[in-house]
Nanobody
Framework: QVQLAESGGGLVQPGGSLRLSCVAS????????MGWYRQAPGKQRELVAS???????NYAESVKGRFTISRANAKNTVYLQMDSLKPEDTAVYYC??????????WGQGTQVTVSS
């Protein structure tokens, strides 16, 4: 069984910053890719950013230059530094991991609200 523990969400004013963290534990063989997705009310879940075990990163166009994903392989942890936040970044953010066993796992989600 795999567990993903997310933290760092909350309420922030436009232009502010938040840092999300996700720690993976349990029956983990090898993590190929870690990432963050988000889902706003009435919208589909979308990829925000991902990072492979080799350090290759991928970002949604809407967050490029504002968000930074990083990974601590030894700790099975992924971070999402979110700067210059906008109201349209408001969503539930989900941690996701893809394992060498070809399985994917999701966290429970953490709410990010950007509002004045």
């Amino acid at each position: 069984q795999v567990q993903l523990a997310e933290s760092g969400g909350g309420l922030v004013q436009p232009g502010g910053s938040l840092r999300l963290s996700c720690v993976a534990s349990g029956n983990i063989d090898s993590i190929i890719r870690m990432g963050w997705y988000r889902q706003a009310p009435g919208k589909q879940r979308e990829l925000v950013a991902s990072v492979t075990s080799g350090g290759f990163t991928n970002y949604a166009e809407s967050v490029k230059g504002r968000f930074t994903i990083s990974r601590a392989n030894a700790k099975n942890t992924v971070y999402l530094q979110m700067d210059s936040l906008k109201p349209e970044d408001t969503a539930v953010y989900y941690c996701n991991i893809f394992l060498r066993a070809m399985t994917t796992h999701w966290g429970q989600g953490t709410q990010v609200t950007v509002s004045s």
